[in-house]
């Protein structure tokens, strides 16, 4: 198979950073990560200990708040002196919300909270930064490492990111080591968590000391969601090629305490998401309106919110791209098909608000979100390989021209 920039890469080169990756290094520093609990909005510590690896590893780190002082960010940046491309290496240091998990290694696999999603992967970029700098490969450009906290929903709503963005700290090109390895996203859908709440005036009552009477909340919830599913289907029709379709849809309602009273409020949640190219603002309006019209038409009240995930995105085969495939061509043997990203990340908040081009890509690992985190030490010396071959064949910009 060959693509544009099959040679950027030589083989000796690769050789060279192959020879340089240290992997007790790496699997210490994951370990190191792992080990230090960190829900959302509780990640002040783990960035502490980040900061210090890196700092003892004689890297300089900043520590800029970026609208959370509660866990102040980590940046790193290593240059090689000449000018060139700033490629980006940016993970979130939170974990979601459930039982801690302390790390343990099993049969070449890393278990732990976060060791998937993603304190494995951020090791991998440690790794490669490090790999960077103890060959002195890296002789034009810089590469920048960031890490926050505030990715995960709903305890967190990416603001760190979106303000480390706003500050500046934001490179050529972006890398995001999340657990997807499968696909190369260049295109991923926009997402926002729908919640509704209908009520009624008044208190719960009897079925027949005129609770039939009571405007039903059961009845406009149910009609709010047979919208959405009508909704749902009109939007089959608006497909992208690479990121599927646009799509509504109800994860949970509830209401009611009894068989033969009547409540006062119903409940829905779901998502809606849509492509490239549409306005979320739009999207939030068409919801808006839905839902009043439900309220006018069954004498409820009815209250939404739209709670936006990240809007969609779309990038460009272009430098960012080649360079990534001919990285992971060198490591893996073949570029990556291809594709779109099936959630949505701080990859297209870089791509929608820094307006540069980021590619998520990670270990393939297992269970995020569960309590069975796990990732292969062979995915993370992977990615750490691919990190530092991508910044080796992107940064150099001048010599390409
Ligand atoms: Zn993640």
Not at 243 to 257: D, N, W
Not at 318 to 347: E, N, S, T
Not at 355 to 362: F, K, S
Request: aromatic share 6%; hydrophobic share 45%.
């Amino acid at each position: 198979m060959t693509f544009p920039h099959a040679n950027l890469i030589s083989p000796s080169l690769a050789a060279k950073v192959r020879a340089a990756l240290r992997p007790e290094r790496l699997l210490q520093t994951a370990v190191a990560l792992v080990e230090v609990p960190s829900p959302t909005r509780h990640a002040r510590a783990v960035a502490d200990r980040l900061a210090d690896l890196l700092r003892a590893d004689g890297f300089a780190v900043e520590r800029p708040q970026a609208g959370w002082p509660e866990a102040p960010a980590v940046v790193c940046r290593y240059g090689g002196g000449l000018p060139g491309r700033t490629l980006q290496f940016n993970g979130h240091l939170d974990t979601v919300h459930l039982p801690f998990v302390p790390p343990r290694v099993e049969q070449g696999e890393l278990f732990g909270s976060g060791a998937s999603d993603m304190k494995g992967g951020i090791a991998a970029a440690v790794e490669a930064l490090r790999i960077l700098r103890d060959t002195g490969l890296l002789q034009r450009g810089a590469v920048l490492l960031t890490a926050h906290d505030l990715h995960e929903s709903p305890w967190g709503d990416g603001s760190q990111v979106d303000r480390l963005i706003d500050a500046g700290y934001v490179g050529d090109g972006v890398l995001l080591p999340e657990y997807l390895a499968d696909v190369l996203p260049l295109a991923g859908r926009g997402m926002a968590v729908l919640r509704v709440r209908v009520r009624r005036q008044g208190e719960p009552v009897h079925e027949v000391l005129g609770g039939a009477d009571r405007p039903s909340v059961i009845a406009a919830g149910a009609e709010i969601v047979r919208r959405l599913a009508a909704l749902d289907e009109r939007l089959r029709a608006e497909v992208h090629p690479l990121a599927g379709r646009a799509s509504a849809f109800v994860g949970r309602v509830a209401a009611g305490e009894i068989y033969n009273q009547s409540p006062v409020e119903f409940v829905l949640e779901g998502t809606r998401r849509w492509l490239p190219g549409t306005s979320p603002s739009d999207v939030r309006r068409e919801f808006e309106e839905l839902l009043a019209q439900v309220a006018r038409t069954t004498g409820t009240q009815v209250e939404g919110e739209f709670a936006l995930g990240r809007d969609a995105f779309e990038i460009q085969p272009g430098a960012l791209v080649q360079a990534f495939q001919a990285a992971h061509a060198a490591v893996c043997g073949q570029p990556l098909p291809v594709g779109a990203k099936p959630f949505v990340d701080d990859g297209n908040t870089f791509v929608v608000r820094g307006r540069v081009p980021a590619i998520t890509h990670g270990p393939r690992a297992c269970g995020a979100h569960t309590v069975n985190e796990r990732v292969p030490l062979a995915e993370l010396e992977r990615v750490a390989l691919v990190y530092a071959l991508t910044a080796l064949a992107f940064c150099p910009a001048e010599e390409q021209a």
